[in-house]
């Protein structure tokens, strides 16, 4: 069965904390993803990328940092965390080509920062 | 990519179809529609997508409107487990997979 995971399914930080979020595919996807979902906002990409030490901003990459050191490993940091960045936290990964449409997400990571 | 407009909220009776409808006029030729599902507390997770053509899996059936500018997700059967938030996508061919997520619907199935 394929699977994305994510390292934490609640995590609760300080503000001000360095926040890593990890996310593991194990289908050989090229392209991986990183949302937040908010009540009433929806789901939100913050960053993207298509290859190994690649990314690319999404629509909200303030406050954020990815890294992909490896093709199935995709991390997200939060340098210093605020409350704002309080939310629920999707990963996704997909494969290249014409079924690029076709995401697999994650559980979710939901944050708090206090 | 096109944007998207879907009714809020729907219910269905436990056994009976559903149909799910969405808009998407400004729709362009390579564009794909492309439909997922969030139930409470999970990641979304991919049904069903198409171009021009009807399409059916095991999950669902698609149907897309001659013009293209509207489609219907059928669920013919819809269960308890259905009840979820429906999003209809619109995206191109290229873009690395990129989706932008709207507000979708939130399917209630009723027993």
């Known amino acids: 069965d394929v699977k994305v995971t994510q390292s934490s399914r609640y995590l609760v930080k300080r503000t001000g904390e360095k926040v890593f979020l990890e996310c593991v595919q194990d289908m050989d996807h090229e392209n991986m993803f990183w949302y937040r979902q908010d009540p009433g906002l929806g789901l939100r990409l913050i960053y993207f990328s298509y290859d190994v030490k690649m990314k690319e901003k999404g629509d909200i990459p303030e406050g954020y940092s990815v890294s992909r050191e490896k093709k199935e490993r995709f991390s997200l940091i939060l340098e210093s965390a605020s409350t704002n960045q309080t939310s629920m936290y999707l990963c996704?990964?997909?494969?290249?080509?014409?079924?690029?449409?076709?995401?697999?997400f994650g559980e979710g990571s939901r944050l708090t920062v206090l | 990519d096109a944007k998207t407009t879907q009714p809020p909220s729907m219910d269905c009776a436990e056994g009976r179809a559903a149909n799910l409808p969405c808009n998407h006029s400004t729709i362009s030729g390579n564009e794909y529609v492309y439909w997922y599902r969030q139930i409470h507390s999970q990641g979304p997770q991919y049904i069903i997508h198409?171009?021009?053509n009807n399409e059916t899996n095991e999950m669902a059936s698609l149907i897309i409107t001659e013009d293209r500018k509207s489609s219907t997700l059928i669920l013919p059967h819809a269960t308890l487990r259905d009840t979820a938030v429906y999003y209809c996508?619109?995206?191109?061919?290229?873009?690395?997979?990129?989706?932008?997520f709207g507000q979708g619907t939130t399917l209630q199935v009723k027993p």
């Open positions: 996704a990964s997909s494969s290249g080509g014409r079924s690029t449409g076709e995401l697999f």
């Open positions: 996508i619109v995206k191109g061919s290229g873009n690395t997979g990129k989706l932008i």
């Open positions: 198409g171009l021009k």
